[in-house]
């Protein structure tokens, strides 16, 4: 079998004023990220894994922030669109890890939902896909509540 690992990171800053998206989920947040779609750090991080995996750029190379058509966009949609680009090279995903580095508010209540999300849009078995969440211990710019990383890492294999 031809597998492929990836790796994908996303960083955004955190607006008082902004819906906070993660993993297709609207979390209960005083602020959310500033971004030209609807900064959904995890679903970026994911998106970016997959493609780099199947050899295929980035995702401001497919989606990028100065195309109006993108703006406000649910990353879901991102994701589906992602998820075809990687299949028409002939992969599927095997399975996908990720952690997201936020200070507050805390995430293990919705980490099950993001799961459930993620596995609907990618079409794929909850059990192949992890969720977890740190904090930085109050260092640096996600200690201080200014803004939020994800890291995901995937393995692809070809049909």
């Known amino acids: ?20 998206w993660l993993g297709g989920i609207n979390i209960p947040s005083g602020k959310g990220c500033q971004a030209h779609s609807d900064g959904d750090v995890l679903i970026h991080a994911i998106c970016d894994a997959l493609l780099g995996a199947a050899g295929l750029r980035d995702i401001g190379y497919h989606f990028p922030d100065t195309d109006e058509k993108y703006e406000g966009i649910d990353s879901r949609i991102l994701l589906k669109e992602t998820i075809a ?3 028409a090279k002939g992969f599927a995903i095997i399975n996908i890890d990720s952690t997201i580095c936020l200070e507050e508010p805390r995430l293990s209540d919705y980490i099950e939902k993001m799961r459930d999300s993620l596995a609907e849009v990618c079409a794929i078995e909850k059990d192949l896909i992890s969720v977890k969440a740190t904090t930085t211990e109050k260092m640096g710019f996600t200690g201080r509540g200014e803004g939020i990383a994800a890291i995901a890492s995937v393995l692809l294999g070809k049909r």
Do not use: S, Y
Not at 2 to 10: V, Y
């Open 1 to 20: 079998m031809n597998i492929r690992t990836g790796q994908g990171i996303d960083f955004h800053k955190l607006v008082e004023g902004r819906p906070l």
């Open 85 to 87: 680009l990687i299949a």
